[in-house]
């Protein structure tokens, strides 16, 4: 039976058979938990927010010059994009199914974290561009297999009534992990081989603070279904048949999110080139990031605890993604450094709010408690994709679609039907 429009879903009931889930926690141990997964959370953005928008284009840049630099950034994130499009919703099939005596998370948490860093770690001492590519695809395997059970740990062992806090946290983590990565990019752009290390080190060293802190309880008990593939690359994307409000909430967080990264992915060239800053621009990302910052902090703080207050979520979503893409235009018709300041402070406000409700949103339309981390990984594509897909889409936008001035409305465009999106889903309110 479907549930009244505007209640919201009830705890999810374990099974009476071990899962291998850790049973919801509370108190102290919420606070333990929620103290921890935000700064993994933050671990893993700051390399998104730091590497392909700044690192990566400043060493392809070094690496092939001026001429060739926005094709090769294309291309080398393009591949990237496709490898991390099926690497988290694997990584959470494989760790549903994962039975050990740490559980079914920590281990692919740190497992992933350690290979993605070992990778970032490699890309810091070629400078062949195959390598990068190839190394580049690793960095995306590691860290989304480290995603999808990271965000599994919520609807694990977070109560429902609880989510919009933990939404919060857990978005921020996300969202400041990848503004301070681009003034930590800005900070180290001309020792690229140390930041990398040092990227991949923190990482790993928050994901192992985590899991050791707040451990899973033991799955090797737990039982196991028969594994089918047809059923398997079934449920890859979204079914909108199946599990429709599944379905708009995976493209309500696509479209906002590549919005967003459409952008600030490129805010570099973007400065270099369309506000005129040239070799300048670099000195000027730490204010972009800090003026989104400034705007971030308080939308998320008040967002995620005022939803679970209120009972809702979608009116703050939809509202989110519609300042976003309101907020793009500012640039287009001022295209001044002033301008994409004002632009980063609304935007911060924007994608603050929708990070601090969107993931309790999205908790509360998965399919099935047997395989929320493969259904976490298969929606937290429609937030890592865009990151590494948005330069190669701006690349083609600005070599063959009109420039660098194009990519403003085109960003308003896709938030907005992300505001569409969301306003399908019936199920919550």
């Given at each position: ?211 050791t802190l707040n ?51 490129y805010k570099l ?12 621009a670099i000195d ?146």
């Open positions: 039976m479907a549930r009244p429009p505007g209640e919201l879903r009830a705890p999810f009931a374990l099974p009476a058979d071990p899962a291998g889930v850790a049973p919801p926690v509370d108190g102290r141990a919420l606070r333990r938990l929620m103290a921890c997964i935000g700064p993994a959370n933050l671990g893993i953005a700051l390399v998104w927010g730091a590497v392909p928008s700044t690192l990566l284009a400043l060493q392809i840049q070094r690496t092939v010059g001026e001429e060739a630099k926005v094709g090769t950034l294309a291309i080398v994130t393009t591949v990237g994009a496709l490898v991390a499009m099926v690497a988290q919703p694997v990584a959470g099939a494989v760790s549903d199914r994962t039975r050990s005596r740490f559980g079914r998370r920590g281990p692919w948490i740190v497992a992933g974290t350690a290979t993605g860093g070992l990778a970032l770690i490699g890309m810091a001492f070629t400078h062949s561009i195959p390598a990068m590519a190839a190394l580049w695809c690793l960095v995306q395997i590691g860290y989304n297999f480290a995603m999808g059970p990271l965000s599994a740990v919520m609807p694990d062992r977070v109560p429902p009534q609880k989510r919009g806090l933990f939404s919060t946290v857990f978005g921020l983590g996300a969202m400041c992990g990848s503004l301070l990565g681009q003034v930590f990019a800005a900070v180290f752009d001309d020792r690229i081989t140390t930041a990398y290390v040092l990227l991949a080190a923190l990482a790993t060293t928050l994901a192992v603070v985590l899991v451990p899973d309880h033991s799955s090797r008990d737990a039982p196991q279904g028969p594994f089918r593939v047809r059923e398997f690359l079934g449920e890859l994307l979204p079914n909108p048949r199946k599990h429709p409000d599944f379905f708009w909430v995976f493209i309500g967080r696509l479209c906002t999110n590549l919005s967003y990264f459409l952008v600030i992915g060239y973007i400065l270099q080139d369309y506000i005129g800053l040239h070799d300048e000027h990302v730490p204010a972009l990031a800090l003026s989104a910052v400034a705007g971030l902090l308080p939308a998320a703080v008040v967002s995620g605890p005022l939803s679970d207050r209120l009972g809702r979520r979608k009116v703050f979503v939809v509202a989110s993604a519609s300042l976003i893409g309101c907020a793009m235009l500012i640039p287009f018709a001022v295209p001044t450094m002033a301008g994409m300041t004002a632009m980063a402070f609304l935007v911060g406000v924007g994608f603050g709010c929708f990070q601090g409700v969107d993931t309790a949103l999205i908790s509360q339309v998965l399919p099935s408690e047997r395989s929320f981390a493969r259904d976490l990984g298969v929606v937290n594509v429609a937030a890592t994709l865009p990151q590494v897909l948005a330069p190669a889409i701006a690349g083609a936008v600005v070599l063959w679609l009109g420039g660098y001035r194009t990519l403003f409305p085109l960003a308003m465009a896709f938030a907005l039907l992300g505001a569409v999106a969301v306003l399908r889903v019936k199920g919550v309110r």
